[in-house]
């Protein structure tokens, strides 16, 4: 699992740059096709129990990467603001 979870973090990091050239349909649309291919390649089939945990999964752990950061961003803004002492 922590292979699948580098490779979905190569592949989040190699679409950072096209992102701010596609649409949110576009975006939804190559998020969905790497998810699928991730999932497959773990050898899950499509229509399988494996297969729907497998893209929940995926789509579970980019949920808690925008979390992360976004409390980073925040994290930051308030240093910015009030500095530590």
């Known amino acids: 699992m922590v292979m699948h979870f580098a ?3 190569l592949m989040v990091a190699a679409a950072l740059p096209l992102g701010a050239c596609m649409t949110a349909a576009e975006q939804a649309q190559a998020i969905a096709a790497s998810d699928d291919a991730a999932c497959r390649d773990a050898g899950t089939k499509p229509g399988t ?4 945990k497998c893209r929940e999964t995926m789509s ?4 808690m990467a925008r ?11 308030r240093e910015m603001m009030w500095p530590p002492m």
């Open 60 to 63: 579970n752990q980019r949920a």
């Open 67 to 77: 979390i992360a950061e976004d409390q980073a961003m925040q994290r930051q803004m």
């Open 49 to 52: 129990p494996a297969y729907a």
């Open 7 to 9: 490779r979905l973090l």
